[in-house]
């Protein structure tokens, strides 16, 4: 599980100006270890538990029950990873996280964003399919 470098990572790069939390949206796997989301003190709880099993730093922010936020943000897979910079222009979207893809991301952005005060840049969309391990 990315946790413990994606938070890492958060502290590596707060002082840049990044802000990172984690979005906790639903059980991927219900009744494996926590079942479905019934109210949001349930959901509270087990984002609790996870956040003490894992040792999460980041801060934590709960999607409502109906995932308004999950939907609003693609509805993809539990595990997605976002860049949004200030004004609401997306840096960065991935189906899974992984950290190291998310660093070589952040860096670049934060890169061509710092480098816009001294040239004139133009965004550029890119699209790639990256492997992972399967765990």
């Known amino acids: ?3 413990a470098a994606m ?4 502290d590596r790069y707060a002082d840049r100006g990044v802000t990172s939390v ?9 009744a494996e270890h926590y079942r479905h989301h019934t ?11 996870f956040r003490d099993s894992c040792g999460v730093r980041r801060p934590i922010l709960l999607d409502d029950l109906d995932g308004t936020a999950h939907h609003a943000m ?18 960065y979207k991935a189906a899974w996280t992984d950290a190291d893809d998310l660093e070589d991301a952040l860096g ?8 816009r005060s001294s040239q004139v840049l133009r965004p550029a969309f890119s699209e790639r399919l990256r492997w992972r391990t399967r765990d």
């Open 22 to 30: 984690f979005n906790y949206t639903r059980e991927a796997h219900p």
């Open 74 to 91: 693609g509805g993809l897979l539990p595990n997605t990873s976002w860049y949004i910079a200030r004004g609401g222009r997306i840096l």
């Open 7 to 10: 938070d890492d990572m958060a």
């Open 108 to 115: 670049q952005a934060l890169d061509s964003l710092e480098r």
């Open 39 to 49: 109210s949001m003190g349930v959901k509270r709880h087990n984002a609790g538990a």
């Open 1 to 3: 599980m990315a946790c």
